[in-house]
């Protein structure tokens, strides 16, 4: 049999995992009212899988913490009946045996839910060819607001893991709420939050230090995006911001540290990775991910190359809820429906994607580890 580096064992302080193929956080817009529904109890238990770790979508740590209304129905975390409606979902997850991590972010000024969005400046998000939105203008948050923000994230950590969650993962990427701080395009703050990579960085930092106090650093993880440029959000110098972010984590001893992949781009007239994370994963102490635009073949290379611990998933593990086990057998793909990513159907692009059955071993000049598919 080949060796499948995705499919081996990993450990870290307080947990051990059987694989290193991680559901990636998905906004889904099928939480209504701020609330987990009956139908993320399916969602998420299809793709548990025994010491698999899932991320659950990008959940608000405060009332003013909501997107844009073009994707409403995100969950919250800020409120009892919020933490009891996440229990059920968190033990559908354990019951099949998978480690179940929160994401909880912040949006900012990538809101149009709220009248003036707080940030880390006033200027609003510009609005581009292919943007269909109008963002308002944020109001820049006073140095003596920013404690307040910051102990939304403690309580919601706290919460969070008050649902029965094993851990959380602070969203800092994305163009959102702390990398609105940390990016050199949007803050133009003359404070001790702002100008220097050392202040820009302070936010984000002060939260995670928050975290990690509640909740215990083996408990947290964070995502960044030094590379991406999304919602105005982008760094002149997006290498040294990335491994400064990841020096710095170093102090808080977190669990690990996601990274998402710049923009993929065209080698020999194929799309490719630019694995540029390698000075990042050089510089954090702990569990390093990756993730964006990733297949079978590129996650075991990285695993087995060393460039990354996990690899996280998104796309093609809302597709194929068996995805650890499509990778085991080498088996075909469903594809995704990308017009259904965001629409608040209970079940349709959501809970209906099918899972392999009944695949049987491929003869050996089709290829090693190949399967045929006998009904889907």
Not at 268 to 281: A, Q, S, Y
Request: hydrophobic share 35%.
């Amino acid at each position: 049999m080949e060796s499948i580096p995705l499919l081996s064992p990993y450990e870290t302080e307080r947990f051990r995992f059987s694989h290193r193929t991680v559901l990636a956080p998905l906004t889904r817009a099928r939480s209504y009212g701020n609330l987990p529904q009956s139908h993320a109890i399916l969602y998420y238990s299809q793709r548990a899988t025994e010491g698999g770790l899932l991320i659950a979508e990008a959940t608000g740590v405060s009332s003013d913490a909501q997107g844009i209304s073009l994707i409403p129905h995100t969950p919250g975390i800020w409120t009892k009946e919020q933490v009891e409606a996440w229990k059920p979902v968190v033990d559908a997850v354990h019951a099949k045996g998978g480690i179940f991590f929160c994401q909880i972010w912040h949006v900012g000024r990538a809101s149009d839910m709220e009248k003036e969005p707080i940030s880390s400046t006033d200027k609003p998000v510009e609005k581009n060819e292919d943007d269909h939105m109008d963002f308002p203008i944020p109001r820049r948050l006073t140095v003596e607001e920013i404690p307040n923000v910051i102990n939304h994230f403690r309580i919601a950590a706290r919460n969070s893991v008050d649902a029965g969650f094993d851990g959380v993962e602070i969203h800092g990427a994305h163009g959102f709420l702390l990398e609105q701080f940390m990016k050199d395009s949007v803050n133009d703050r003359t404070d001790k939050y702002g100008g220097s990579i050392q202040n820009r960085c302070r936010f984000a930092l002060e939260v995670v230090g928050a975290v990690v106090a509640e909740i215990g650093s083996d408990r947290v993880g964070i995502r960044l995006s030094p590379y991406a440029n999304y919602l105005g959000c982008h760094d002149s110098d997006p290498e040294r911001l990335g491994v400064y972010m990841a020096q710095e984590l170093n102090r808080y001893n977190i669990m690990y540290c996601s990274a998402v992949e710049p923009e993929m781009v065209m080698v020999d007239g194929k799309m490719k990775i630019p694995h540029r994370l390698h000075e990042m994963r050089k510089a954090f102490n702990g569990t390093f991910m990756v993730g964006g635009g990733y297949d079978r073949e590129e996650g075991n290379r990285v695993v087995a190359d060393g460039y990354a611990d996990m690899v996280v998933y998104g796309r093609l593990f809302l597709a194929n809820p068996d995805l650890p086990r499509r990778f085991h057998l080498n088996a075909p793909l469903n594809k995704y429906d990308r017009s259904t990513f965001y629409t608040d159907d209970p079940v349709v692009g959501y809970t209906d994607y099918p899972f392999l059955e009944n695949c049987e071993p491929l003869n050996s000049q089709d290829g090693e580890g190949s399967t045929k598919t006998m009904k889907n």
